[in-house]
């Protein structure tokens, strides 16, 4: 059990650019998460995955960001044409299917967009 | 929808004293609770979570959590902290028996001096 791991850890861009981070779950977790959390703030959750299938997506997960997990492994998150509001630590978080077991979470990325 | 809050967003306290973190919650449907921490430059980690039964929960390093159903609370305590338990605590919460997602406080950051 390596952990959640979550590549890069920092990301700088600059506004109206793309941005795709990567997340590595642990290997026999079903469940992928996704939050974001700002300066002051606690993670706020943005998707989550059983498998391959998405199944919800918050509000805050405006149309410039997209998820997958293909073949219900890794997951990527890309933003489109990211403005100054996204930046936070985006939060990567896989767990067994079931309220009972722990979401492991990953060290997240940082993203600063200038 | 579930919400959290966390009543006290720093807590300074000496070496050896009691600590007391408050989160009350609210929800219409039944809950599991959840205490996770972060340590400086690290990855949130699961303290203690409450998902039935004895309502009170402890974990292996001398935390333990009460869950006040009138009270829609699930207070943190912990009778003597070290200068190792510095740290940020986030109280969260999940829909019992649904999807799972964590909705998190704002945080408590825990500064032990000595």
């Known amino acids: 059990d390596t952990g959640v791991s979550q590549n890069p850890r920092h990301k700088i861009t600059k506004r109206g650019q793309n941005v795709t981070f990567r997340c590595d779950p642990i290997?026999?977790?079903?469940?992928l998460y996704w939050y974001r959390q700002t300066l002051g703030q606690g993670p706020e959750f943005l998707t989550y995955?059983?498998?391959?299938?998405?199944?919800?997506k918050s509000r805050l997960l405006s149309d410039r960001f997209s998820a997958e997990r293909p073949k219900g492994s890794f997951s990527t998150l890309e933003i489109q044409r990211t403005e100054q509001g996204d930046s936070a630590m985006y939060l990567c978080?896989?767990?067994?299917?079931?309220?009972?077991?722990?979401?492991?979470f990953g060290p997240g990325t940082r993203l600063t967009v200038t | 929808a579930q919400s959290v809050t966390q009543l006290d967003s720093q807590v300074p306290v000496f070496e050896e004293a009691p600590v007391e973190l408050r989160c009350n919650y609210s929800?219409?449907?039944?809950?599991?609770l959840f205490w996770y921490v972060q340590y400086p430059n690290q990855g949130l980690q699961l303290l203690l979570k409450?998902?039935?039964?004895?309502?009170l929960v402890e974990s292996i390093n001398g935390f333990e959590a009460e869950f006040n159903k009138s009270q829609t609370s699930f207070h943190l305590r912990k009778p003597s902290v070290h200068i190792s338990d510095t740290a940020e605590y986030f109280c969260?919460?999940?829909?019992?028996?649904?999807?799972?997602?964590?909705?998190f406080g704002a945080g408590t950051t825990v500064t032990v001096r000595a």
């Open positions: 978080a896989s767990s067994l299917t079931g309220g009972e077991y722990e979401q492991y």
């Open positions: 290997s026999e977790h079903n469940r």
């Open positions: 995955f059983q498998n391959e299938a998405q199944l919800e």
């Open positions: 929800s219409s449907v039944s809950v599991y």
């Open positions: 409450y998902l039935s039964g004895s309502t």
């Open positions: 969260a919460v999940s829909v019992a028996l649904r999807d799972y997602k964590l909705s």
